[in-house]
Structures are given as structure tokens and as C-alpha cells.
């Protein structure tokens, strides 16, 4: 076997994992804030609107399953530069003044590029850090989180201090998404194809028999799609059972923000449960529980909210650290994982 990546490549290969994490959540979660300024100015109507919000989403399980073959083509390296490139481009014409198409094409191709980089990284992490995925991943997932909330919370203050408005809250992290380019393109020279540990093989789901028929990875395939749902489902329904439940909108908002604080807080417990006995598989289940525990707790005792938010939050952190571990733990080499990854995400999502 192959020996594993020398420290200053393990370095340079976490700060590349780290500034794909900064870009993949911005562009999305700015844009719920500024929605009402963005429909006043072009007239969108309220489907309008929500189909903005959605699609996304959509175009994510649509381009999560052509990533493998993208990856087998360009090389991780390379597919990670097109997707940041995509992204950077993306978010400008997205805000750019002219046509209302560039909102909707730019919101199309954010989405791809997106998606592209969500499934690559569990392939880096597998190849560049085999012995501390779980930890990886956790950082990875805790970076995504924190500046996805930075997105969303600074969006509105932006936008009202620019003439240009919603177009800055929108279009300004192309700025981040060029400094992550700076540190990505120079891997594609210096990171040969068959990188340290890309011969690694190890028992678990491979390409052997067509995944779409591996029953693993279709049981990894519903983890990430029940965690997904129940993370999207929190985000959207917790703040109006909140408010039938009497619950201010305001005091439902700052709840959320208790739920975010404590998704990253799963997001970094979760390696230390992985490591303990007895390991992935009972804190795989741990999500559940703590979910359902909150949802029904906050239904039945309402006064100890914070608590029940604190609990879903928890769940919801500790969930996707899981899902993205098992699939480079479980892909039995560095040729299934892209694809692996890019059926759990698909599907998933």
C-alpha cells in the first residue's frame, strides 16, 4: 500500500478542503434574506420566488449523479477548480443588471457547481486523510455551517449599505470563491492523478456488480436523504410550530439561530463519538433520537424550547457528519468513491 501524504501535503490538502467548505453554502443562503428586495425590484411573483429558493435544491440531485463521471474524467483536483470556477462565474452573472435570465441561468449553474463540490470532497478526504475522516469531515461540515449562517446574517446589512443592494449581497462572495481558486489551481500541477493512497482498497461498497444494485449504497443512499429531509424540514417548519405554538417571530428566529450554534457543536462531537466504542454505527442512530426527542419534547413541554432546539441541533450537526463519513469510510476504493458519493447525493438530496 501506498504511504499516506506527508504533513505540509496533508496541510495544504485541509486548507484546500476548508476553502471549498467556505464557498459551497453562501450563494444559497444569502438569497432567502434578500428575497423581498430581489422580488420588489424585479417583480417576481411569489412562485417566482419560492421556485428560486427551490431550485437549488433540485439542480443539486440532478448534478450529483453525473460528479462520478466527472471525476473519473477531469481528476478530483480538476473537477474541484471547474466546480469553484462555475461557482465564481455563476454568482456574478447572477446579480449582474441586464436581463432577468441571468437570475435564473446563474441560479442554475450555482447549483450544479455546488453540487459538484459537495461530492468531491468526501473522495479528497478518503484519499488525503484515510486514518482521520471523521475529523476531517467534522471541520469540513462545521466551516459549511458557520458561513452559511455568516451568508444569511450579513446579507440584509449589505445590501443596505450598497447602491447596488441585493446584486452585493449576492455577487460579493465571488470575491472568496477567486481566493479559494488561488489555492486550488496550483494542486492540479502539483497532486498527481495517482496520489498517496489512490491504490488503497479496503472492504466496503466498490463498483463491482453496479452500486445502483449494491444494497449498502442504497442504505447509505436513505441515510443522507432522511438526514437531508430532516435537516431542510427543521429550517422550514420549526419557526411556524414555534409561532402556532404562541412563540413571537422574533424569538423563533433567535431559536434557529440556538439550533445553528448547536448543529456545529454536532458537527464537531461527531468525530469523538465515531473514535469511541462502540463507534459509527450507534452514533449513526444518535441523529434519530435526538431529533425525534426535540420535535416531541418542543410539542408537548413548548416553555423548555431552547432545550428541544438545543437537542435538534445536536441531531441535525452529528447527522451530516455521519452521512459524509460513511461514504469514504464505506467506498472500498478511490474508483468507487466519487461514485458512491455522487448516488448518495443524488438521491439524497
Known amino acids: 500500500m501506498t504511504r499516506g501524504p506527508d504533513v505540509p501535503s496533508r496541510g495544504l490538502a485541509l486548507l484546500g478542503i476548508v476553502v471549498l467548505a467556505v464557498n459551497l453554502r453562501p450563494a444559497i443562503t444569502a438569497v432567502g434574506p434578500v428575497l423581498p428586495l430581489l422580488g420588489d425590484e424585479l417583480r417576481l411573483s411569489a412562485f417566482e420566488l419560492g421556485l428560486l429558493g427551490a431550485l437549488p435544491v433540485a439542480v443539486f440531485a440532478l448534478a450529483s449523479s453525473i460528479v462520478g463521471h466527472l471525476v473519473r474524467r477531469l481528476g478530483v483536483e480538476r473537477t474541484a477548480v471547474l466546480a469553484l470556477g462555475v461557482l465564481a462565474l455563476a454568482s456574478v452573472l447572477r446579480s449582474w443588471p441586464g436581463p432577468e435570465a441571468n437570475l435564473w441561468v446563474g441560479t442554475v449553474l450555482i447549483g450544479a457547481a455546488v453540487a459538484v463540490g459537495n461530492v468531491t470532497v468526501p473522495v479528497i478526504v478518503k ?33 443596505a449599505a450598497s447602491p447596488l443592494s441585493w446584486r452585493l449581497s449576492l455577487g460579493g462572495w465571488a470575491v472568496l470563491t477567486l481566493l479559494a481558486l488561488a489555492v486550488w489551481v496550483p494542486r492540479t500541477r502539483s497532486v498527481p492523478e495517482a496520489a498517496a493512497g489512490t491504490t488503497h482498497s479496503a472492504p466496503g461498497v466498490t463498483g463491482a456488480g453496479g452500486l445502483w444494485r449494491n444494497r449498502d449504497a442504497w442504505l447509505l443512499s436513505c441515510y443522507m436523504g432522511v438526514q437531508s429531509g430532516a435537516f431542510y424540514l427543521s429550517l422550514t417548519w420549526l419557526p411556524t410550530v414555534e409561532q402556532e405554538l404562541g412563540f413571537s417571530d422574533v424569538a423563533s428566529g433567535w431559536h434557529m439561530f440556538v439550533l445553528q450554534i448547536l448543529a456545529i457543536g454536532g458537527n464537531l462531537a461527531a468525530p469523538v463519538l465515531m473514535r469511541r466504542r462502540p463507534g459509527v454505527r450507534f452514533t449513526a442512530t444518535l441523529p434519530g433520537l435526538f431529533m425525534a426527542t426535540g420535535s416531541i419534547g418542543l410539542v408537548l413541554v413548548p416553555g423548555a424550547a431552547v432545550l428541544w432546539m438545543c437537542v435538534i441541533g445536536l441531531g441535525t450537526g452529528l447527522s451530516f457528519v455521519v452521512a459524509l463519513t460513511l461514504i469514504a469510510v464505506r467506498a472500498g476504493d478511490l474508483h468507487t468513491a466519487p461514485r458512491l458519493s455522487a448516488m448518495a447525493q443524488s438521491v439524497g438530496y
Not at 129 to 148: E, N, Q
Open 127 to 159: 484519499r488525503d486523510f484515510p486514518t482521520a475522516t471523521p475529523l476531517v469531515t467534522g471541520i469540513y461540515v462545521a466551516v459549511l455551517g458557520i458561513f452559511a449562517g455568516l451568508a444569511a446574517a450579513v446579507a440584509v446589512p449589505l445590501a
